[in-house]
C-alpha cells in the first residue's frame, strides 16, 4: 500500500469539511491511503437557493439518479475510525454521542464513496469544487 498522507499526526475527531484518512485503489491499481475531505456534494435540489453546498457525509438513498455517478467500483472506499459521534436532540439542543465497537474501541472502517466534487459547486461551503471527496454509505434504520 502507498502512503500519501506523509507523517500523519493523530486525529482527535473529524467532522464536516474536515480531511480524513481513507484507503482507496490508487489510479495505478494499488490500494493508498490518502486524505479526502468529508463530504460529498448535495443532490441540485438542496442548494437550488444557497450560496454554498453544505454536503452529504452520509449517504443512503443510493437509488436517488444524484448518486449513481459515484456507485461503480471505481469510486469505493473506506473510511477507517476507532469511534464516531451522531447527535441527539437534548434540551433544544444539539448533542454528540460517541459511538465504537466497544469500549476498547478498536479499529475499524466504513464503506464510503468518494469523487471529485465537480466544478458546479458555488462558494467556499463543506464542497470545494475539484477536490476530493468522501461519504459514508449508510442503511437507512429500519
Not at 67 to 91: D, I, K, M, N, Q
Amino acid at each position: 500500500m502507498t502512503d500519501r498522507t506523509g507523517n500523519l499526526p493523530s486525529l482527535p475527531g473529524v467532522f464536516p469539511d474536515m480531511e480524513a484518512p481513507v484507503v482507496r485503489n490508487g489510479y495505478d491499481g494499488d490500494r493508498e491511503l490518502t486524505m479526502m475531505r468529508w463530504g460529498m456534494p448535495s443532490p441540485k435540489f438542496v442548494t437550488k437557493d444557497r450560496k454554498t453546498d453544505p454536503g452529504v457525509t452520509n449517504i443512503r438513498n443510493t437509488k436517488s439518479p444524484h448518486w449513481r455517478r459515484w456507485l461503480s467500483p471505481e469510486h469505493r472506499c473506506v473510511v477507517a475510525f476507532t469511534s464516531f459521534s451522531e447527535y441527539e436532540r437534548a434540551g433544544g439542543k444539539k448533542v454528540p454521542v460517541w459511538i465504537a465497537l466497544s469500549e476498547e474501541r478498536p479499529l475499524a472502517v466504513f464503506a464510503s464513496i468518494m469523487g471529485v466534487a465537480p466544478p458546479r459547486i458555488r462558494g467556499l461551503g463543506a464542497i470545494r469544487p475539484n477536490h476530493l471527496h468522501c461519504g459514508l454509505r449508510t442503511l437507512r434504520a429500519r
